[in-house]
């Protein structure tokens, strides 16, 4: 009677097909659009460092997982994606080992020593980026000029250093000095909408990260617009505060996060040491995102006072 | 702007498998087995013994406490068992077994009441009970329960739940297609049983020609609205719907009446115009019988107590190798272990999916991608509730509301990481009973 051998799991018994790996490769795909950007202004060598980052990303997390005995996934995506971004935010002409060290340390101590994927407090790709700006800061802000390839400077630390402003079209399109994949404000807007399209960014965090920079910084007397296409900003608002490990779960929550990550990126630039603050605001509101989940848990249905 | 509420998912339908199949008559079966306890309440009691002669309409369980309703023969014939059987929800439950002597006789008890305008609401009450009816959504919670909400709690709005937002279930569909005459009936009895004036009945958008053929039957009734709703699931939850339909919402850990409304479901409506029109008990019910892995889907009325194996075989039997069978929808649905086991009172759907329909997953990390979050139509946290669960961290859980959850299953449909969380969360609420219980 009953051959039939019948599956009783738990409801429910549909699945909407989505899967980890899906979106990884998605953020992937739209990362392609700032790397072809950084590939038109910067070159070969712009391909080879994107190249070279991400293979070092993937073996490190494939040489961790075997170390700590759990099922080898790079295929998920996700090392590939933290390569990618990192590669991206690096000066177009740092040495390749150096990218190589900043990817390891990406995976290793930005992601691997947590436990891994969704256990890590802080963007990996950040992690890595900052430790290559502490340990190699002249090659990390040595920067190059787009097509000809002299040395030269980005906005702005053209802007803090000699109060000189770059023009705006430029800086949409791409054609100036900065990382690799930071400079083109455009194609990283249209990669930015094409995840939010497909529900894989949340509008709210890079919406409530440009508006506070460009309330800020017009409140301190600065120019919105310039900061807003300047620096890693549209990177780090459509890229890296999106992260979903490391940012806040509720809607709320994500719009402080994007709050703050503006706040400190425009102190830092107009106040701190250094031109540019993307990096550091980003981990800054990811240490703070345990404390916003806790105070944003959202109202249920029906809730009553506790009594 | 369509009513509906926060939260939710679209799954895919795939209502048209059966949405188009008038509903048809179930062939006698051989043999039902009447569980004692289809209801939440306490169980009835067995009042026929092996060997005796039952009729069609007859009582053979009887029902003391107050959150209870009493069982009745669904078929004529001879009491062959009265035993514990597997049953649908799982594991044994007392049940009486009678075999057919194929005459589908009418017990001599039986016959029409008074007419509506006529009845007293205690008279109507007595009948609901006496009939045994439940709620035919699913939860089986007795219906004369429900009716009878303490004075004091000013309810003045009934709805009648016809969203069916379960995927591949279309009773309710059919009901309001073939029969929208009775869900009026059974409504107006409702209103007159509990003094309530207005009434909403709720529909999904995707059964416009239900919302049709409902207004056609409510010609000018004044006091009863039908209201069309978005399609998303869960729209048919008690509290989603009573969100959507008037704007409250139920106090966790409350119950619909705490905000003046009372929800039955469509098919208990018809249950109840049954009882008035001809004094039948409920003994059979609209079941969809669908799925990849049935050869001829259909919207069925059956007879409560047949073997779901029987069911099965009318429909043409399984097509290719059956993988899960669900009493209910895929989305809430109890996956069956023994096809001996009788349908229910709450048996809307019987689906049969293909072994090649049926993915097992292999659970990953959690990504914190917040789709759960989104989905979840409690506003509820699902992720951090599966984590606490996985540690035994139940106060934890309990402080972040898990008993609040309705288990619909929004959050394990939408996680990339396939992680069980509804499942989780059960875990988690039937700890918390049980320390509750403790206290």
Not at chain 1, 221 to 229: E, R, S, V
Not at chain 2, 87 to 110: A, F, H, N, Q, R
Request: aromatic share 6%; net charge positive; hydrophobic share 45%.
């Amino acid at each position: 009677m009953d051959d039939y051998r019948l599956i009783t799991t738990s409801s429910p018994h549909l699945h909407s097909g989505e899967n980890i790996s899906r979106i990884m490769f998605s953020v992937a795909i739209a990362l392609l659009l700032p790397t072809f950007a950084g590939i038109y202004f910067f070159g070969f060598r712009a391909l080879s460092l994107v190249v070279i980052t991400s293979l070092a990303a993937m073996l490190t997390e494939a040489i961790f997982q075997k170390l700590r005995n759990k099922p080898i996934a790079i295929s998920d995506g996700s090392a590939l994606v933290t390569g990618m971004l990192l590669a991206l935010n690096l000066p177009p002409g740092l040495p390749y080992w150096m990218a190589v060290v900043g990817a390891v340390v990406a995976i290793s101590l930005g992601k691997q020593i947590y436990g891994g994927l969704g256990s890590n407090p802080f963007n990996p790709a950040l992690i890595g980026r900052v430790f290559l700006m502490i340990t190699f800061t002249t090659p990390m802000t040595t920067w190059i000029n787009p097509v000809d390839g002299t040395t030269g400077a980005t906005p702005l630390s053209l802007m803090k250093m000699q109060g000189l402003q770059t023009d705006y079209a430029k800086m949409l399109i791409g054609n100036i000095g900065g990382s690799l994949g930071e400079t083109s404000a455009l194609l990283i807007i249209i990669g930015g909408i094409y995840l939010i399209y497909k529900g894989y960014v949340d509008w709210r965090i890079p919406a409530s990260f440009l508006g506070s920079v460009a309330v800020l910084s017009g409140f301190l007397g600065q120019d919105p617009i310039f900061h807003l296409l300047s620096g890693g900003l549209m990177l780090g608002a459509f890229f890296m505060a999106t992260d979903m490990v490391t940012t806040p779960l509720s809607k709320l929550g994500k719009i402080i996060f994007g709050i703050g990550a503006g706040l400190f990126t425009v102190l830092i630039r107009v106040y701190g040491g250094y031109p540019e603050g993307v990096s550091f605001s980003i981990l800054l509101m990811n240490a703070f995102t345990p404390l916003i989940n806790r105070f944003t848990v959202p109202k249920i249905y029906g809730e009553v006072k506790a009594e | 702007m369509l009513k509906t509420f926060i939260g939710g998912i679209h799954p895919p339908y795939n209502k048209e498998l059966t949405n188009q199949k008038p509903i048809e008559k179930a062939i006698l079966p051989k043999k039902v087995i009447i569980p004692m306890g289809m209801h939440i309440g306490a169980p009835c009691e067995p009042i026929v013994k092996v060997g005796d002669l039952v009729k069609k309409g007859q009582k053979i369980g009887e029902a003391k406490a107050f959150v209870s309703v009493p069982a009745h023969a669904s078929i004529s014939g001879k009491v062959v068992a009265v035993e514990p059987r597997p049953w649908p929800g799982g594991g044994l439950i007392m049940s009486v077994v009678i075999e057919s002597d194929g005459k589908d006789e009418l017990y001599e008890g039986i016959h029409p009441p008074k007419t509506l305008s006529h009845l007293t609401p205690d008279e109507i009450k007595n009948l609901i009970r006496e009939a045994g009816i439940t709620g035919l959504g699913g939860a089986g919670f007795p219906t004369q329960v429900k009716l009878s909400p303490p004075p004091e709690k000013g309810v003045d709005i009934i709805i009648v739940n016809a969203a069916e937002c379960e995927p591949y279930i279309t009773a309710d569909h059919r009901l309001l297609l073939e029969r929208p005459d009775d869900v009026v009936l059974g409504l107006e009895a409702i209103m007159k049983a509990t003094g309530v004036k207005k009434s909403f009945i709720g529909i999904e958008n995707n059964k416009l020609d239900a919302v049709d053929s409902i207004k056609k039957a409510l010609q000018d009734k004044k006091d009863i609205e039908v209201v069309v709703l978005a399609t998303k699931y869960p729209q048919g939850g008690e509290k989603q719907l009573i969100k959507a339909v008037t704007g409250r919402e139920v106090p966790s850990g409350g119950l619909p009446m705490d905000v003046g409304v009372i929800v039955n479901n469509a098919g208990t409506c018809a249950a109840i115009s049954n009882v008035l029109k001809t004094g039948l008990p409920l003994i059979e019910r609209i079941t969809t019988v669908t799925g990849s892995g049935i050869k001829e889907p259909k919207n069925l009325l059956i007879k409560i107590g047949t073997p779901l194996i029987d069911i099965i075989g009318q429909c043409g039997g399984f097509k290719g190798k059956p993988g899960k069978v669900l009493m209910g929808g895929p989305m809430m649905g109890l996956a069956q272990s023994q096809l001996e086991a009788p349908t229910i009172k709450g048996t809307s759907g019987l689906l049969v999916l293909e072994k090649a329909d049926v993915k097992l997953y292999e659970p990953s990390p959690c990504i914190r991608c917040a789709r759960c979050v989104d989905a979840c139509p409690i506003n509820l946290l699902p992720t951090n509730l599966a984590k606490f669960a996985e540690k035994n961290m139940w106060v934890e859980a309990e402080s972040y509301h898990a008993m609040d959850c309705i288990e619909c299953g929004c959050c394990s449909y939408v996680c990339p990481a396939h992680i069980p969380l509804t499942q989780h969360i059960r875990i988690a609420k039937s700890h918390i009973i049980s320390s509750r219980k403790k206290k």
